[in-house]
């Protein structure tokens, strides 16, 4: 599966903005996908995840309740709707798939073999 990330741009605090991720090659919802992001001289961090089959979504803690992440099976892509954005959520946003990942390890890197290229968020304060 080929995955292409896009929506980043400059947003001020406390404003929305919607990420996008489109797949190609195979069908989205076999797929476990995951959101991440990462900032300069910070490691790959987890932000939310989308379970295949289920649709069960995971959350990190830092963005539980502002963001949420979805899907839209007839598009084939998945979507990372951004809330009350505040300026540490600036970094660079990844999303990946991944078939058969379990439930305890939806929030680890290495879990995921398929990367779309980053999209920048700037959160402006």
């Known amino acids: 599966v080929q995955l292409q990330a896009s929506g980043g741009g400059l947003v001020q605090a406390g404003g929305s903005l919607r990420l996008s991720c489109a797949a190609s090659?195979?069908?989205?919802?076999?797929?476990?996908v995951g959101w991440f992001r990462q900032s300069p001289g910070e490691e790959r961090e987890f932000v939310a995840a989308?379970?295949?089959?289920?649709?069960?979504?995971i959350y990190a803690a830092s963005v539980k309740g502002r963001f949420t992440i979805s899907r839209d099976n007839a598009k084939n892509t998945v979507y990372l709707q951004m809330n009350s954005l505040k300026p540490e959520d600036t970094a660079v946003y990844s999303c990946?798939?991944?078939?058969?990942?379990?439930?305890?390890?939806?929030?680890?890197?290495?879990?995921?073999?398929?990367w779309g290229q980053g999209t920048l968020v700037t959160v402006s304060s």
């Open positions: 990946a798939a991944a078939s058969g990942v379990i439930l305890s390890r939806v929030r680890v890197v290495q879990a995921y073999n398929y």
């Open positions: 090659g195979r069908t989205v919802s076999r797929y476990t």
């Open positions: 989308s379970r295949e089959s289920s649709g069960y979504e």
